[in-house]
């Protein structure tokens, strides 16, 4: 713009010059001479480049920025799209349940051309929404496929195959404990969240079918204490490898396990190997910034389109299991190799996780309460695996769980 005022000011001098000039009665060469110094001026003229339109993105979701797990992973998403993608990005963060629809609306209605809807639990509010909004693509993160309804025509749903990365978490745990005993402290049992845990014990009895696996479900994803008390019961079960899927309740599950120095830990979602480096063997990754990212270069390089649902892990980069780091030299190789053999294998499709849910699946499980503790039984006739589940704080988590 600076240019553009300047421009105009040689232009008015120049003017004024050919004037007096004129007046002057200079010879006709003089004046050709001016003439085509004043064009030269006008074609040389910088004119202010219109006001691009920039893409417009918005995370909404009940989770925090701040919580080192799920909410964390979402907001690097969304600056993944601000910062690869030059988009124009808004946060909605903490989103309480009654102010879902009313968040969720006004970035619509505000032109946003993309609403991230942070989790299953915004599936059915997006069905909803979405058709009066039909210039705004919603993208929820593992949302809930279209088993009873189709998705709208703007609406996307995509997940991860968190059972590839629970299933190599549960190769590890099984391969370092020595006490042939396994914890695992889960938040809260959705689903997608059960499918994780069920490959993770799957793959323990992969790798050691003497050993037995612990699991409880707290009930919180960021109660420090909760996932602090449930890690020290399992440990005082005899657990030696702890795996935990819990937002901020990671952080006291990591200080419990590093009042023990004889138990290793295994975290999930993001590298969390900051909350306990000497004693943490890896992270189950849940690559939710790349989902995001993928989610949306796709669909506007047209490779997926709304009213479907679509599933990325490991050969997209979205599953899969964080480095070793300070921890490697003490995981045997040919452990090392094993899992690097299965996870080749699942990038060649030769060998696939299977999913397992609970035996309402899908269907109103934001309605599921937290599993009553249940009897344990062997998982295979002479396998010698046993799977021990409570909830957390339930009658039977002392029996079950310390």
Wanted: aromatic share 10%; net charge negative; glycine share 10%.
């Amino acid at each position: 713009m600076l240019n553009y005022i300047q421009d105009h000011l040689y232009i008015k001098q120049f003017l004024l010059l050919y004037i007096v000039l004129s007046q002057e009665r200079i010879n006709d060469i003089g004046l050709g001479i001016l003439s085509i110094i004043i064009f030269t001026a006008f074609i040389g003229i910088s004119v202010p480049p219109a006001h691009a339109e920039v893409t417009k993105a918005a995370l909404v979701m009940d989770a925090s920025i701040d919580d080192i797990g799920w909410g964390t992973s979402h907001h690097q998403g969304l600056l993944a799209l601000e910062e690869k993608l030059g988009y124009e990005v808004s946060l909605s963060e903490k989103t309480p349940p009654a102010e879902w629809e009313t968040t969720t609306r006004d970035y619509a209605e505000r032109g946003y051309k993309y609403v991230i809807m942070g989790g299953a639990q915004f599936t059915d509010l997006t069905k909803k929404i979405a058709p009066d909004y039909p210039n705004t693509t919603f993208l929820v993160v593992a949302a809930v496929p279209p088993f009873d309804s189709p998705y709208p025509a703007n609406m996307i749903g995509v997940d991860m195959m968190n059972e590839q990365s629970g299933y190599l978490a549960g190769i590890l745990a099984g391969g370092m404990t020595k006490s042939n005993i396994v914890g695992s402290v889960q938040g809260i049992d959705y689903p997608d969240v059960i499918r994780w845990n069920e490959a993770f014990k799957l793959g323990v009895l992969t790798q050691n079918p003497q050993a037995t696996v612990l699991e409880v479900y707290t009930g919180s994803w960021d109660d420090l204490s909760k996932g602090y008390e449930a890690t020290k019961g399992q440990m005082d079960a005899g657990a030696d490898v702890i795996w935990q899927y819990l937002d901020l309740g990671a952080v006291g599950a990591a200080k419990a396990v590093k009042e023990n120095p004889d138990v290793w830990l295994i975290s999930n979602t993001n590298d969390q190997s900051f909350l306990a480096p000497d004693v943490t063997l890896s992270s189950a990754l849940q690559g939710i910034p790349t989902l995001i990212l993928q989610g949306v270069e796709k669909h506007e390089a047209g490779i997926i389109k709304g009213g479907e649902f679509y599933r990325w892990g490991i050969n997209e980069g979205v599953s899969g299991l964080a480095p070793y780091h300070e921890t490697e030299s003490k995981i045997p190789s040919a452990l090392k190799s094993k899992i690097a053999e299965i996870k080749n294998q699942m990038m060649e499709g030769t060998f696939v996780v299977p999913e397992i849910y609970d035996k309402q699946g899908y269907k109103n499980f934001l309605e599921t309460p937290v599993a009553e503790a249940e009897a344990a039984q062997p998982e295979a006739e002479g396998g010698g695996c046993l799977i021990a589940t409570a909830a957390f704080g339930s009658e039977m988590a002392p029996q079950v769980q310390f």
